[in-house]
Nanobody, 126 residues
Framework: QVQLVESGGGLVQAGGSLRLSCVAS????????MGWFRRAPGKEREFVAA????????IHADSVKGRFTISRANAKSTLYLQMNSLKPEDTAVYYC???????????????????WGQGTQVTVSS
């Protein structure tokens, strides 16, 4: 079992930036793809971005492409999400999660991810 702890959320004005971090422990971090998801009030959980085990392959949702960048530092067992040009519609609780199968790539369905963190709130004011 892996434990995930997200941080870096907060309140920011539209157009601003935040950097989320997710520290993992309890599993070989470098063997698993990782993802960021978000849930806005009254909405379903939504895929944001994913990075392969090596970090060389990344996927970003169309809604954040060009504004958000996922990356990882395997030596630090840490996943990042750099969020620029934030919009009010980015307001949500952001979660990181681990793919359930090692070395798999290209998965965006949250059903394939396990060991979710507790989430970090991001609020973007207009």
């Amino acid at each position: 079992q892996v434990q995930l702890v997200e941080s870096g959320g907060g309140l920011v004005q539209a157009g601003g930036s935040l950097r989320l971090s997710c520290v993992a422990s309890g599993r070989t971090f470098s063997q698993y793809a990782m993802g960021w998801f978000r849930r806005a009030p009254g909405k379903e959980r939504e895929f944001v971005a994913a990075a392969s085990a090596s970090g060389l392959r990344t996927i970003h949702a169309d809604s954040v492409k060009g504004r958000f960048t996922i990356s990882r530092a395997n030596a630090k067992s840490t996943l990042y999400l750099q969020m620029n040009s934030l919009k009010p519609e980015d307001t949500a609780v952001y979660y990181c999660a681990v793919d359930s199968i090692p070395y798999r790539t290209g998965v965006t369905d949250p059903a394939y991810f396990t060991s979710w963190g507790q989430g970090t709130q991001v609020t973007v004011s207009s």
